[in-house]
């Protein structure tokens, strides 16, 4: 069951969060810097799959965003993996050749998406 | 116009935001924008609503507060228009989370627009719907999605799918209604609505047997049919993904598979055939046929078993082990892990591969590989895994030491075939990461050592040749400082030689150096600088050619500013001094220890306390002496329970001297500085009074209540017998102040009720009234009391009468009294007896009031009062 989609750059910032669970603001922001944390650090040879508190985070690094899953244990990475590729390939269908920036000024558009 | 009205297109307010340089800049813009929107909320704008909800969200997603809008949203929904309705339903989704009341509101123009004409409309309900409906909202809304699963727009019934989906994980009772659409759903064509359908199917399954038993028997045959007509279809290209069409689900159908067959053989024997031909026909060049190999065989492992499949299962993941792709490779070794509970022969065969991963640069991948090595050990391959595992463990990370150091020695100690070969691995692992093993495992490894009585020779020297290279590690010290110190003579005469060693020479004075260093390294800790000493008092027996340097040795720490160290070193030195006729005795070989008993070592082991000597009556709990001590005693075996982590004398002295105590009493301690040689000093003071040695040294059992009393009252006695020597006294009254601090009353013997103090009940200028107490032994309710009336002044008093009244929970009963005429001055008593049954006897003390009426010269004297000082417990 996936958690939380967190879709951020490298600075840090978060462009797009939906969440699948209930939490409170601050723990959102808590999550979302730890997930941040997390990913900007890893090594493009390691595996997009990381461990995070009790849950895994599947990641895929476009150009300069990351987009972030927050899964069960017990589910198929793999499988998520494609699914963020779906995404991003939706997205670019959308806004045909979307960048960060489109993402930024019509959020309201890709928050119905997921 | 004022750029921050609401009239500010979206778009410009988040140029302007982004045009902010700094924290403070952004802050006053959304601070300033955020009151133009509360604004406009106030005055109740129509036209802009949408354009200020959607700012608001923006505003949400950079982090400010934004709860004022949450009303707005609630407005915007109950409009009529689309646009309205589509960003009133994002910023419910958005700003709002199923735990809020506000939710509540909702419900009604939700159900509204559940029953739209508009079939967006519907679909945009049905999306909030899935996304934050709370238990409430599920169960009034139910019947509407269930409805609409049978909607005619094939999107509509995905939403509704997806809805359900929510709803019957918050509401699980409603599971029943939805078993029969679902399972209409399950024949679709269309692909979306497929998938949810089957993805509702998996959720119910869990959330209710009754639905799995239903789904079991109707629909796998279905399902069966549903996922080879996929795996056949031609090229599509509205689902194809890297050349497989609709991966997604195909992954969804085998974890439906995967859940229907789960403990069913029936259902499990109709999927084998199309699993093993999703095995072997998906290709596994692109992540989406990885991905569904990777499905499908979890779903071989979980089903009932079928041999030819599981092979099949492990070959896939032995290929997946030797993908480039870290990603492949790390579900791989995942899944590995569950299928060495089926399978083990056939992991075992890819042990190498495993092997090379734990040296792989990619922490997770490490990590796991070493839980699947692991896991993979048995008695016939130890051998080689461990000589892997510790070459590694000189090269790995700092970081991933401990693990590996951890799962090296777990490794060792379970698998190890002899002993030798388990200390030479030991002495390796030390060697390297002495410092990552924890105590319990250099403990053990002690324990072994003493216990091969052969290799101690072998032992000894092989620990001498290590601390000669490597000094760095802690524990490699102290386990060879032990050593050392025991078995020095084996060292130096090179006795009981293995035909595997080299012969080395070793001085007397070479092993004392060896000491010397580690007691003076700086960076030794105080648990290594106690073991050190002692060891030299050991070597002081048995070299006594360099008795006096380790004497020097030795007194160079009697001002040491650590309590431990001190302590040790005045009385070992004063043995060293003055008591070389027993010193020898003193430091025989240790008795071997017993390692089923110290293997049971857990939460029951007591510490002793051992009593003090030199004056230095010291009782602080101080935990510094616990770490040292700790080898002490865990050596030490005590003659049935476990050891403690705390030395103990005492049982130093049993075990040297033989003494035999029978019960094993010990005592709690909350470590008193423990010292080895205290008991011997106190024996040598008070030789001659075996018993009272005896039973000065061993003290009550508090916690064991079972045990028997005796010997506890048996010392208790001794304490209080004035015929003891000095020391033995000074013992016991450490050891009475001891006892103190842990259960107050010590343990009672069996005959009589416990005696109580009596108390002057109350006293005045002219009338004393003592209460003498006792209980009967079985019944501690119930007190009784006997007063005695004294005449305080120089009159007769004529007419006693007593008379008392108790609380509600207590009873008196009042026996007549022994007369009612008090001669004066204390010349006579009146005794009068009372019975006082406290029915919250240890909740509530006694108390009681008393009226004494009595005559003096014929005049009447009435005296009251409140008695408050009964003893606590009765």
């Known amino acids: 069951m996936i958690r939380f989609i967190l879709l951020q750059n490298r600075q840090g910032k978060t462009r797009l969060a939906k969440y699948y669970v209930p939490l409170e603001d601050s723990e959102k922001h808590k999550v979302e810097y730890e997930v941040h944390r997390l990913v900007v650090n890893r090594d493009p040879k390691f595996t997009n799959f990381v461990e995070f508190r009790t849950h895994k985070v599947i990641y895929r690094r476009y150009a300069g965003l990351f987009f972030s899953l927050c899964v069960d244990i017990t589910d198929n990475e793999l499988a998520y993996l494609e699914c963020i590729h779906l995404f991003v390939e939706i997205l670019d269908h959308f806004f045909s050749n979307v960048c960060e920036l489109d993402l930024v000024f019509n959020f309201h558009k890709v928050l119905v998406l997921p | ?874």
């Open chain 2, 1 to 874: 116009m004022n750029p921050f009205s609401s009239g500010t297109r979206l778009r410009d307010m988040i140029r302007a935001i982004r045009a902010c340089k700094t924290a403070a800049e952004e802050r006053a813009v959304v601070r300033k924008e955020c009151a133009a929107i509360r604004a406009a909320i106030n005055e109740n704008d129509q036209d802009y609503r949408h354009r200020n909800l959607a700012k608001l969200m923006f505003i949400h997603m950079l982090g400010y507060p934004t709860h004022f809008g949450q009303m707005e949203c609630l407005k915007l929904i109950a409009s009529p228009g689309f646009p309205e309705k589509r960003i009133g339903y994002l910023g419910l989704m958005l700003l709002l989370d199923e735990r809020q009341e506000v939710l509540m509101l909702v419900t009604n123009s939700v159900k509204q627009d559940l029953n739209h004409t508009n079939q967006y409309i519907v679909g945009l309900a049905l999306c909030a719907l899935g996304n934050i409906c709370s238990a409430e909202m599920a169960r009034d809304l139910a019947p509407e999605v269930e409805r609409l699963l049978q909607f005619r727009d094939p999107n509509i019934r995905k939403k509704a799918a997806l809805c359900s989906i929510r709803i019957i994980k918050k509401v699980p009772d409603l599971a029943e209604n939805f078993i029969n659409p679902v399972a209409a759903l399950l024949k679709e064509k269309h692909h979306g609505v497929l998938i949810t359908g089957i993805q509702l199917c998996t959720d119910l399954c869990k959330v209710s047997p009754e639905a799995l038993e239903y789904f079991r028997k109707k629909c796998t045959d279905g399902l069966v049919r549903t996922l080879r007509d996929l795996v056949n279809s031609p090229y599509a290209p509205e689902y194809d993904i890297a050349g497989i069409t609709d991966p997604f689900l195909h992954i969804r159908l085998l974890k439906l598979l995967r859940v229907l067959g789960q403990g069913d053989a029936d259902a499990s024997d109709a999927m084998n055939d199309i699993l093993a031909q999703v095995a072997t026909k998906t290709e596994s060049n692109k992540n989406a046929g990885n991905a569904i190999l990777y499905e499908c065989v979890e779903t071989i492992m979980s089903i009932e078993d079928n041999g030819g499949l599981r092979v099949l299962a492990i070959n896939i993941l032995g290929r997946f082990l030797s993908n480039r792709d870290n990603n492949i490779r790390y579900v791989a070794l995942n899944m590995l892990m569950r299928a060495i509970t089926v399978d083990a022969q056939a992991v075992q065969r890819h042990r190498s591969t495993i092997l090379e991963c734990v040296k792989d640069s990619d922490a997770s991948i490490r990590k796991r590989a070493l839980e699947l090595v692991y896991l993979l050990v048995n008695e016939s391959n130890v051998k080689p895994l461990t000589k892997e595992l510790v070459d590694y463990l000189e090269v790995s990370d700092q970081d991933f030491k401990g693990d590996l150091t951890a799962k090296i020695c777990s490794i060792i100690e379970k698998f190890s075939p002899e002993k030798i070969w388990y200390i030479d691995q030991m002495l390796k692992v030390l060697t390297e990461a002495g410092n990552f093993v924890k105590d319990e495992v250099w403990h053990a490894l002690v324990v072994v050592i003493s216990n091969a009585s052969d290799l101690h020779g072998y032992t000894v020297r092989a620990l001498f040749r290590a601390l000669q290279t490597t000094a760095e590690q802690e524990s490699l010290v102290r386990v060879a400082v032990w050593c050392i110190g025991e078995y020095g003579d084996l060292l130096v005469n090179n006795a009981g030689m293995l035909n595997v060693e080299d012969p080395i020479t070793v001085t007397e004075s070479d092993a004392v150096d060896v000491v010397e260093s580690a007691i003076k390294r700086h960076a030794s800790d105080l648990t290594t600088k106690s073991m050190a000493l002692i060891a030299l008092l050991k070597l002081s027996s048995r070299f006594p050619s360099c008795s006096g340097r380790i004497k020097d040795i030795v007194v160079q720490h009697k001002g040491s500013l650590v309590l431990e160290l001190q302590q040790r070193s005045l009385e070992f030195n004063s043995i060293i001094e003055k008591h070389q006729n027993i010193r020898s005795a003193l430091v025989e070989r240790m008795p071997v220890l017993d390692e089923a008993s110290f293997g049971g070592r857990r939460a029951s082991s007591l510490p002793n306390t051992v009593s003090t000597s030199n004056g230095t009556a010291v009782k602080l709990p101080n935990g510094v002496a616990k770490p040292s001590a700790a080898p002490l005693v865990d050596l030490l075996d005590l003659s049935d329970d476990v050891p403690a982590p705390s030395s103990s004398g005492g049982d130093f002295l049993q075990d040297l001297l033989g003494v035999d105590l029978a019960p094993a009493t010990q005592s709690e301690g909350t470590s008193q500085a423990p010292k080895a040689g205290t008991d011997v000093l106190l024996d040598l003071l008070s030789i001659g009074s075996n018993p009272a040695q005896d039973n000065s040294v061993s003290t009550p059992d508090i916690l064991s209540s079972a045990q028997d009393h005796k010997p506890a009252i048996a010392s208790l006695d001794v304490l209080a017998a004035p015929s003891l020597t000095q020391a033995s006294s000074s013992t016991a009254s450490n050891m009475m102040d001891l006892l103190d601090g842990f259960t107050p009353a010590p343990p009672k013997p069996a005959n009589n009720g416990p005696a109580y103090p009596s108390i002057v009940a109350f006293e005045s200028s002219s009338l004393r009234l003592t209460f003498n107490f006792s209980k009967q032994p079985g019944n501690p309710q119930t007190t009784t009391i006997s007063g005695t009336f004294t005449n305080l002044s120089s009159n007769v008093f004529t007419d006693f009468v007593f008379q008392a009244a108790v609380p509600k929970f207590l009873q008196l009963h009042l026996d007549p009294a022994s007369g009612n005429s008090l001669p004066a001055s204390g010349n006579g008593t009146i005794t009068q007896s009372l019975k006082v049954t406290n029915s919250q006897h240890g909740k509530k003390p006694l108390v009681m009031r008393l009226r004494i009426a009595y005559k003096v010269d014929g005049k009447d004297v009435l005296e009251e009062g409140q008695i408050n000082n009964f003893p606590r417990d009765l």
